[in-house]
């Protein structure tokens, strides 16, 4: 996976960077006001449950101070800390937002602002993504939550084979010798069921997916039901969205 850039910045929208080391909300110039609310959750998120560090740097577009606190931001992005780039729009988000259709001054009355998003990445010190502590490995993505109420996404951990559920779990919960199912139920969606097997487990795929299968008949879920294996070191993003929801 690429590391971020600073073009994958955008004006009309607000940015979590979580480094080993820091953590960082970047608000666009022209990003609604209550986006900022939806970073400030997913960084308790990341706090909770990924051991974010406490501090938090907070920045609008163009007021990136101080200058020393910020330099660790644009050496992720790949950008001289001395010689700030000029963030304006970026087409990835276009559907999201419309093209330019946040007014300049949507931050101070939200007019035309979309459903509240927020974005956040993780990366390590070197500027690999940092699968285990920082978010979705590799890419930008909308943080669990964002723009919805917080009771449309619940997630639930039962231990194979006893289906005994971890009422608080984070990933470190998550142990090589163990097989977990993830249950992820999201308004409007299908349950998913995520079998997620441990690299000392000694568990194949067959086996795996037979327990993804037992689990949705004790659980009486309906056949609609999503059953995915998760590999430990492997897992997709939306088993991480779902995990750090526990």
């Known amino acids: 996976e690429k590391a971020p850039t600073a073009s994958s910045l955008d004006t009309r929208t607000v940015f979590v960077l979580h480094t080993s080391a820091s953590l960082f ?14 970073a400030d959750a997913w960084v308790a998120r990341l706090q909770r449950h990924e051991h974010a560090p406490a501090v938090v740097h907070r920045a609008a ?8 606190a910020w330099a660790p931001f644009w050496q992720a992005l790949g950008t001289d800390p001395s010689n700030p780039p ?3 729009t970026n087409s990835l988000y276009d559907n999201d937002y419309g093209v330019g259709s946040l007014s300049p001054d949507a931050r101070a009355g939200g007019r035309g602002a979309a459903a509240p998003r927020s974005t956040s990445t993780g990366y390590s010190d070197d500027g690999t993504p940092a699968h285990s502590r920082g978010g979705p ?3 930008l993505s909308s943080p669990p939550g964002a723009g919805e109420e917080a009771e449309d996404v619940r997630a639930q951990l039962f231990e194979v084979p006893s289906w005994e559920e971890l009422t608080m779990f984070e990933s470190d919960d998550l142990l090589p010798d163990k097989v977990f199912v993830l249950l992820g139920e999201r308004a409007g969606e299908p349950p998913a069921v995520f079998v997620w097997v441990g690299a000392e487990s000694g568990m194949d795929e067959a086996t795996a997916r037979a327990r993804g299968a037992e689990f949705v008949r004790l659980r009486s879920l309906p056949a609609t039901a999503r059953v995915s294996v998760q590999w430990q070191g492997r897992e997709d993003d939306a088993f991480d969205s779902f995990l750090i929801n526990g």
């Open 25 to 38: 909300i970047w608000a666009g110039a022209r990003a609604a006001e209550g986006y900022e609310e939806h």
């Open 61 to 68: 577009q163009g007021a990136e101070l101080p200058v020393e």
């Open 86 to 88: 000029r963030v304006g």
């Open 137 to 139: 490995a590799g890419e």
